[in-house]
């Protein structure tokens, strides 16, 4: 017995003599001149001892501490070795600290703390067939930003690096690349660059004066099945046409008078010569050639009345003079009641610009596909792998068309339909050229900068020395990240801990709804992981400044006991918060109340359910079925009834 506990009390002392290191330092990308702090972190039982070295063998003059400050000229390598009094040392990983050519303008602003900043754009090229195609893209970051290209969409395997070069160019080469920098603290992409062949130059290049997108997806429905596809199919086309210089405000689960506030903010950021863009994910149906979009709180049954009628939609996007309107719809297209009456339906002024993509055809439902933990819409899912190709827009959703027709989860259940008016080659990837409507252009760059405005980065220091750092990345344009990390523990601090809550609180959906692996892949992965995440989602209901409590858990040093303090942050009406919506949607909320009558409130979302197959299909329909007497008084009990032609278009969507 004497001889076990003196083995284990020599274990326990190698244990306790070992230099631990526990936080180490990152690789940076930097602008000429730009001050860096490389920060290491150890811990043992003696006083430890630092020294950094720039070779293997070139002492750093006066790097002898735990964090070491440098001017940043030139490409440089550095690792940290740290020792204690009884000899024992360790060496941290290398880091490099990376300098960009002093030629290139680097245009941060004085807050940078690190985030992803393009530093050079790749271009645009034409390059003759058996061609050499050279991309470039460098950007800033702290830590170092990965990087990622994108060719129509479509990630790149093994392409990473700042130059992408591709040899003997040739017809799958043409099309659009883009290249994405990422790191801890968020993600920023690229502009467009259009690689064209001769044969591929067929295109009559017209100009925008601005492009816009407004993208909602419906998912967790209050009285009807639930989706699932929405949250990456919006995140996703989000982003691609970001790449293309869309002004993009991307919105999950709206109630109807959300939808209608949201509508009405996007119909102000049109104005003529500008490329709209319409997208909408979730439950819907036709009815006598009628498109009707199903909020997430439209009672069952529904009637046109708790719904959105696209024709309308358009109808008001056409009245804003725009060059080109777009709308794409990922819903079904079927109406179970077949004794509905056709009602006449006003056709739009012929200014031929119009493009309708239906992820099916009339009469038909669109499905979405569920694999593990990601699950797609059929029709997105080609849309998405096409949306960056430099061709007319009716080009690009024929392709969708042929990609999906081939797919065989929907073979005989689910074709696209393509309807235009489009006279001119218009393509999404058209440029930009505001010259004449600077003045129409900064107006609708401020209204736009309302929906996608974040909290600035922040550090929040605590009694007990220790340092928190704060920062936020929006998934949508209502769904808020705050990222909280450790950044300094102080002298009397160790095994530090972090707590985020809201007030008012804001429920993560997700969460609740089972979707949590969803949406952890839309959330950036980095060894260098936050210690803390929040999800704030339905900031569009956010009625006053919300406010963080900030809470760390710690123990002193050389003690046992655990202690808390906190801290508040008032981080204001982030994103669409300050937009207000809610000031339309109180009225319009009434409003639809007293016309539909008593509705079940509660507003949980149902359970998701389980997936029982690896990859299956599943419908967008909402059921719209009535539990009936058995001796039925009408036919038509359950017909969705017209809205009156007649009625003002203002909000009666």
Request: charged letters at 20%.
């Amino acid at each position: 017995m004497v001889q076990c506990l003196s083995f284990h009390s020599k274990v326990l002392k190698i244990m306790i003599n070992e230099i631990v290191i526990v936080q180490q330092p990152l690789s940076v990308c930097v602008p000429y001149n730009y001050t860096v702090t490389l920060s290491v972190r150890a811990v043992g039982l003696d006083p430890l001892q630092y020294q950094w070295f720039q070779s293997e063998e070139e002492v750093v003059p006066g790097g002898t501490r735990s964090d070491l400050v440098i001017s940043a000229h030139r490409k440089q390598y550095f690792v940290c070795r740290i020792n204690d009094q009884q000899n024992n040392f360790v060496f941290s990983n290398w880091v490099k600290v990376k300098v960009l050519k002093a030629e290139v303008s680097p245009g941060l602003h004085a807050s940078w703390r690190g985030e992803p900043h393009i530093a050079l754009q790749p271009e645009s090229q034409r390059v003759q067939r058996r061609g050499r195609v050279t991309l470039q893209c460098w950007a800033f970051g702290i830590p170092a930003p990965q990087l990622q290209w994108y060719h129509n969409g479509l990630l790149m395997p093994g392409a990473t690096a700042e130059t992408l070069e591709i040899e003997n160019a040739d017809e799958e080469h043409a099309g659009s690349y883009l290249c994405c920098a990422s790191n801890v603290l968020g993600e920023k992409w690229t502009e467009s660059a259009e690689i064209v062949l001769p044969e591929n130059i067929t295109l009559k290049r017209l100009a925008a004066t601005d492009k816009v997108a407004l993208l909602i997806g419906n998912l967790n429905y209050q009285h009807h099945p639930v989706l699932m596809a929405p949250v990456v199919d919006v995140h996703e086309l989000s982003n691609l046409l970001r790449g293309l210089g869309f002004r993009v405000v991307s919105l999950l689960d709206l109630t109807k008078a959300e939808m209608l506030a949201s509508i009405e903010k996007f119909l102000q950021l049109l104005d003529r010569g500008v490329y709209a863009l319409f997208y909408y994910a979730g439950h819907g149906y036709e009815c006598s050639g009628r498109n009707y979009l199903v909020p997430i709180d439209a009672p069952q049954p529904y009637r046109p009345e708790n719904c959105i009628s696209v024709q309308r939609v358009m109808r008001r996007m056409q009245e804003k003079h725009t060059a080109l309107n777009v709308v794409l719809l990922d819903t079904c297209r079927k109406w179970y009641n077949q004794h509905c009456v056709p009602s006449e339906i006003k056709s739009l002024d012929p200014l031929g610009n119009t493009v309708y993509g239906f992820a099916t055809c009339e009469g038909a439902e669109a499905f979405e596909v569920q694999d593990g933990s990601r699950s797609t819409g059929v029709f997105t899912k080609y849309l998405n792998m096409n949306i960056l190709r430099p061709e007319k827009i009716t080009r690009v959703l024929e392709r969708v068309s042929e990609d999906l027709g081939r797919d065989p989860l929907v073979t005989g259940k689910q074709v696209m339909e393509i309807r235009h008016t489009l006279k001119d080659p218009r393509s999404l990837a058209d440029p930009i050229s505001a010259a004449g409507h600077t003045g129409e252009l900064l107006l609708r760059d401020l209204c736009w900068k309302q929906a996608n405005d974040l909290p600035a980065q922040r550090l929040v220091s605590f009694p007990c020395g220790a340092v928190v750092e704060l920062s936020f990345s929006a998934l949508f344009s209502n769904v808020l990240v705050v990222f909280a990390t450790v950044k300094d523990t102080g002298s009397q601090a160790q095994d530090c801990s972090v707590a985020l809550r809201s007030s008012p609180a804001l429920e993560d959906i997700f969460s609740i709804a089972g979707w949590s692996d969803e949406m952890n892949t839309l959330l950036l992965t980095n060894t260098d992981a936050p210690d803390c995440c929040l999800r704030l989602c339905g900031l569009q209901k956010l009625q006053k400044p919300l406010m963080l409590t900030v809470e760390l858990h710690y123990s002193r040093v050389r003690q046992h006991q655990r202690l808390t303090e906190s801290r508040q942050q008032n981080i204001g009406r982030p994103l669409v918060a300050r937009c207000e919506l809610y000031k339309r949607t109180v009225a319009e909320g009434a409003a639809a109340a007293a016309a539909v009558g008593t509705v079940h409130t509660d507003y949980r979302p149902r359970p998701r359910p389980p997936s029982s197959q690896p990859c299956r299909p599943s419908t967008r329909k909402a059921e719209n079925a009535v539990t009936r007497p058995a001796q039925s008084s009408s036919p038509r009990d359950n017909e969705p009834e017209e809205n009156d032609e007649s009625e003002p278009l203002g909000w009666a969507l």
